[in-house]
């Protein structure tokens, strides 16, 4: 009896290890059948995204999707613009001021951007962050605006250009790449002065620009109705336009001119681009650098 017990219990041992055995190995042999299929599925989704007619609702599919379209979008707001398109590149100089964030209600009206040419104004902090914040460019204008102190010398002119450069850098981590001389480059104070100073700034890769068109804002003079009239007729015909308007708190006539001003390029097939070092813009410098 004892025998046929132990017998009989060995049996079962045996069984019960076969079974489990059996679980194992079909549970391993499932699983990698999963494993092949789900890689056969993975391998379809991968040729579905070439053929962009991915379905797959994997997170990191999705999140990678996100990335590469951020990628492309970045890249088309930067490449879009063909040789054969008209651009006008909007900027605003000597700001931040009081009519800052109105400028930059307008443009975001109509989904379009500016460059603005800053100098230094403790206190606005805000403003300058809120210029970049709507898709908009930062560039050097100078930091004190005081054509006596900046144009006595090269030195001088680079002291107060640093200023305003590592104050921007400082409050947005922007590092800019383009300025624009108080004046312009050839400016009756500083033209003797002017080439040497764009050559030093060349040599720290920084370019400078001036414009091709103004909305004669500098003028106190200066009207809505007269500012789009200049430009209308200023840029007829003109394929790159780089326009010169001004951002300070006496400007109103600037303001109220803009919406005609944007819907003039609109109309007139214009994209609108922004100013940065990569660009040439020889052919909106008055002086050339040699
Ligand atoms: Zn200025």
């Known amino acids: 009896m004892r025998k046929n017990k132990a017998i009989l219990g060995v049996l079962i041992a ?9 679980v194992y190995f079909a549970s391993k042999s499932d699983s990698s059948k999963d494993t092949s299929a ?12 070439k053929d962009k007619k991915d379905k797959s609702k994997s997170d990191k599919n999705v999140e990678k999707k996100t990335e590469e379209k951020t990628e492309a979008e970045t890249e088309t707001t930067t490449e879009q613009i063909l040789d054969t398109d008209k651009v006008v590149y909007l900027t605003f100089d000597d700001g931040p001021s009081d009519l800052t964030p109105s400028f930059i209600d307008t443009l975001n009206t109509y989904g379009v951007h500016a460059t603005f040419f800053v100098t230094l104004q403790e ?9 970049l914040e709507n898709g908009n460019k930062i560039q050097i204008h100078t930091a004190s605006h005081d054509y006596d102190a900046i144009y006595q010398s090269v030195d001088a002119y680079i002291a107060d250009f640093d200023q305003i450069y590592n104050y921007i850098y400082n409050l947005t981590g922007v590092k800019c790449d383009v300025f624009r001389f108080p004046g312009g480059s050839n400016n009756s104070y500083g033209k003797n002065i002017t080439m040497d100073i764009a050559r030093e700034m060349r040599n720290r890769g920084i370019n400078y620009v001036d414009w091709n068109s103004s909305v004669g804002d500098g003028s106190a003079s200066a009207t809505k109705d007269s500012e789009v009239q200049k430009i209308t007729a200023e840029s007829d015909g003109v394929q790159r336009v780089v326009l010169l308007a001004h951002d300070a708190g006496t400007k109103s006539e600037t303001l109220a001119a803009l919406p005609q001003i944007i819907e003039y390029y609109k109309n007139n097939g214009y994209k609108f681009g922004l100013i940065s ?13 040699d």
């Open 277 to 289: 070092g990569d660009m040439d813009l020889s052919d909106f410098q008055f002086m050339k650098v």
């Open 38 to 49: 789900k890689t056969t599925k993975s391998d379809n989704n991968t040729s579905e995204n």
């Open 123 to 131: 206190g606005r902090e805000d403003i300058y962050k809120q210029i």
């Open 14 to 22: 045996v069984i019960v290890a076969l079974v489990f055995t059996g």
